[in-house]
T-cell receptor
Framework: QQQVKQSPQSLIVQKGGISIINCAYE??????FPWYQQFPGKGPALLIAIRPDVSEKKEGRFTISFNKSAKQFSLHIMDSQPGDSATYFCAASNPRTASKLTFGTGTRLQVTL | NAGVTQTPKFRVLKTGQSMTLLCAQDMNHEYMYWYRQDPGMGLRLIHYSVGEGTTAKGEVPDGYNVSRLKKQNFLLGLESAAPSQTSVYFC??????????FGQGTRLTVV
């Protein structure tokens, strides 16, 4: 039972391009939607997060778009750089269940020169 | 500020051996979690704790046990390791209104 579905599995983007990763969720009790960035050999680190009371959140080159009615959210990386090459995970949590994070399966992003 | 520290970073076990993974956090967080990460499957929750002395099962608890005797420590035990438990294990901690912080991971191979 995959409560958070993430796509694509892998993504190759040229430097300066826009990277877009999509996630869909099923549980309407989720109220916190973070994106994590993970470099090889490291633990995931929070990149940006959103709550369902807003439809978009922007931090530098990273933007989350949130569509509550469609139960979808996406990460946009503008002006993608080689240093953005990493694996990205979307996640969702429900405060009624100890705020456990349920993760998507991950997207491996490669930004080429 | 160490954050979340996992010990050990790497381990090779033989089938049937036991071991304990240690997670320590210095942020006074109430919630602690153990995840396993496998290719193509994201991070799956094994067990979690909502406070000292409490533990609960996550999505994939079979073959693992946990204990949280002290607030800052969360131990993950494998009583009889199996090759299917070969994975990268991550510990995370979180406060009431804070983000989750992850450790660096433990790469476990069971042969």
């Amino acid at each position: 039972q995959q409560q958070v579905k993430q796509s694509p599995q892998s993504l190759i983007v040229q430097k300066g391009g826009i990277s877009i990763i999509n996630c869909a969720y099923e549980n309407t009790a989720f109220d916190y939607f973070p994106w994590y960035q993970q470099f090889p050999g490291k633990g995931p680190a929070l990149l940006i997060a959103i709550r369902p009371d807003v439809s978009e959140k922007k931090e530098g080159r990273f933007t989350i778009s949130f569509n509550k009615s469609a139960k979808q959210f996406s990460l946009h990386i503008m002006d993608s750089q080689p240093g953005d090459s990493a694996t990205y995970f979307c996640a969702a949590s429900n405060p009624r269940t100890a705020s456990k994070l349920t993760f998507g399966t991950g997207t491996r992003l490669q930004v080429t020169l | 500020n160490a954050g979340v520290t996992q010990t050990p970073k790497f381990r090779v076990l033989k089938t049937g051996q036991s071991m304990t993974l240690l997670c320590a956090q210095d942020m006074n967080h109430e919630y602690m979690y153990w995840y396993r990460q496998d290719p193509g499957m994201g991070l799956r929750l094994i067990h979690y704790s909502v406070g000292e002395g409490t533990t609960a099962k996550g999505e994939v608890p079979d073959g693992y046990n946990v204990s949280r005797l002290k607030k800052q420590n969360f131990l993950l035990g494998l009583e009889s390791a199996a090759p299917s438990q070969t994975s990268v294990y991550f510990c995370a901690s979180r406060g009431e209104m804070t983000e989750a912080f992850f450790g660096q991971g433990t790469r476990l191979t069971v042969v």
